[in-house]
């Protein structure tokens, strides 16, 4: 299955700069709406200080590894990064970099006390999640989808 797609997709060309974007876009909503709960609890400003600059980080090194791929690797289209048995150094470096990032966030969330940090923070995932107990079966559960999906991915 061909997933190239002629020049002049914008979406697929630059779907990178677009998820960028996206976190981008995101991070600044929810920094809004930690000012409020900031006003009132000042102590909580550095943690969420600490959350946006990791939403920022975290949350793109994906899209930029796959710009990169993009830019330098002539990766023709975002679509390419469905092939990941391609051959290309760039969507393989997507992957790992997915991999790298749930491990990281496991570490965190179950290791080093993220749940209870982001609990601590209300309004951090923009969810409903009240107990650390929650943060940790939730973000269990979507790195079993996530893993599935990979595999899905890679025998497609």
Known sequence: MDLNLPVGYFAFDYFWVLA?????ISTIY????????????PELRKGYDQLLLG?????NIPWIVMGIGMI???IPSSLSFFKPRSG?????AFYVSIVLLWILGALW??????AEFLIKHPGSMNSTL?????????YGLTLVFGIVAMILIWSW
Do not use: E, H, T
Request: charged share 15%; net charge positive.
């Open 72 to 74: 330098f690797g002539g």
């Open 130 to 138: 009240n107990s650390p107990k929650q943060v940790k079966i939730f």
């Open 88 to 92: 290309s150094i760039f969507i393989l």
């Open 30 to 41: 929810l920094r809004n709406s930690w000012k409020k709960i900031v006003a009132v609890k």
């Open 109 to 114: 969330l179950y290791l080093k006390g993220g």
């Open 55 to 59: 939403y920022l980080v975290f949350f």
């Open 20 to 24: 960028i974007l996206a976190v981008v």
